[in-house]
């Protein structure tokens, strides 16, 4: 059984940092690259970050890109996502997804993924 499970989240002031962790369990870890999407109340689940299997490639869409990074751990089975400089506007579920062999053009597409955490809460206060 494939499980993903982030920790990590919490409260946090404008201008700080978070890191979150996905610990995957069940697969063969380096066979997926690994992403990360957010979703606030009312919106629809939002690209953040991705890494290729091996780590070469990575990808984030403007909005974060700069301040976020994402990286990966084969060894321990494990996804990080670097949030500095956070905004009122990165307040969010923050969900970790493995997509098997996704190459770095689909990174985006959350249709992609195979497999989905529960989830951790980020919330940034101004």
């Known amino acids: 059984q494939v499980q993903l499970v982030e920790s990590g989240g919490g409260l946090v002031q404008a201008g700080g940092s978070l890191r979150l962790s996905c610990a995957a369990s069940?697969?063969?870890?380096?066979?997926?690259?690994m992403g990360w999407f957010r979703q606030a109340p009312g919106t629809e689940r939002e690209f953040v970050a991705a890494?290729?299997?091996?780590?070469?490639?990575?990808n984030y869409p403007d909005s974060v890109k700069g301040r976020f990074t994402i990286s990966r751990d084969n060894a321990k089975n494990t996804v990080y996502l670097q949030m500095n400089s956070l905004k009122p506007e990165d307040t969010a579920v923050y969900y970790c997804?493995?997509?098997?062999?996704?190459?770095?053009?689909?990174?985006?597409?959350?249709?992609?993924?195979?497999?989905w955490g529960q989830g951790t809460q980020v919330t940034v206060s101004s």
């Open positions: 069940g697969l063969t870890f380096s066979n997926y690259a």
């Open positions: 997804a493995a997509g098997f062999r996704l190459n770095i053009g689909t990174f985006y597409d959350s249709r992609r993924y195979n497999y």
């Open positions: 890494i290729s299997w091996s780590g070469d490639n990575t």
